[in-house]
């Protein structure tokens, strides 16, 4: 008995509500939220204040010219995973957390991202559940993303094995954390994403706010044209959660970016019953070996690829960083290399020793896999020792 729910929908309207004394109340509430929102934004404005973007802010993300805005890291790669994908399947694990509750709630206020629609998105069960779930809808012919840190990117490495043996187009953002052993840790390093060296996932690492939405725009656009998954990536906390001020990138700007040709070719390549074909065989060590190696060709000139991209987006954002950037002295004898948050506090460092006379420098490192070792070379002075 009961209802169904198409019928449930019908019977809620603001008549039946109001007599459920369940429409006035909520009703009230909303237009105060709406009223407190509106003064806080003009006592902003009147200060000359930058405002501090809140997840609710949709007016800001959805203006066709780049705002200035107080965001952390989590909201630069969330923004720009809503603005370029059609599907997300999340489950919450600290720090990534907030990016899946962004994505949510921009959908459940009707935000409308660069393809015209809204983000369609799903808690699964578990980070596994998450992956498996994003691997069926890539083979369906959408753009997925996902969310994720520690032990739940390690409950994703099945999936990741298949999506980036398929060649299947995706972008991950990890919040990078430890991975518990002895005991839990929310903080501390890279030994989550690290596990992943070996998927064949694309890595990018970012050192901070800024980076993180220029990162995250160039992984989902490399990854649309070159049919690679890119799990892009940034420090728990020290990134994910400082908040900076940035010029958000708008949706017009990225829609401006998107190679449609692109677009048509995952989708004509999905899994369809109106033209069945067969994937994911089983093959035996002969057959497999050589997908194998057909495979790696999709890898060749990626390093190219991702600057090429990161050009298109240093013309509109006026942001350049190198896959391999070098600060220092030109004859630098001792050089730290790192990747991550670090990389600031070490570039602070050298320049300031470097103005006494220190010959030392710093080499960050932001792709990591593939390994580019002639950009590398090239970056480190011939000096270092």
Known sequence: GGLSPQEARVQENPARLESLGAGAAADMEY??????KTVQRAMFQA??????????????ISKNEGADACIDGNQAAAHVAYALSDIAFIYPITPSSPMGEMVDEWAAQGLLNCYGQRLSVTEMQSEAGAAGALHGALKSGAFGTTFTASQGLLLMIPNMFKIAGELLPCVMHVAARSVATQSLCIFGDHSDVMACRTTGWVMLASESVEMAQCHALISHLVSMERRVPVQHFFDGFRTSHEVNKVKLLDYETMRSFINWDAV?????????????????QSQGPDIFFQCVEAGNSAYEGLA????????LVAEKTGHSFALYGYDGHPEATRVIVVMGSGAITCSETVTHLVQNGDKVGVLKVRLFRPWDHRRFLAALPETAT
């Open 31 to 36: 237009e105060q939220f709406l009223k407190t």
């Open 47 to 60: 200060e000359n204040k930058t405002i501090v973007t809140q997840v609710h802010d949709t007016d800001i």
């Open 264 to 280: 048509k070719a995952h989708h004509d390549s999905a899994l369809n019953p109106r033209h069945p074909h067969m994937q994911g």
């Open 304 to 311: 190219d690829a991702f600057e090429e991209k990161a050009r």
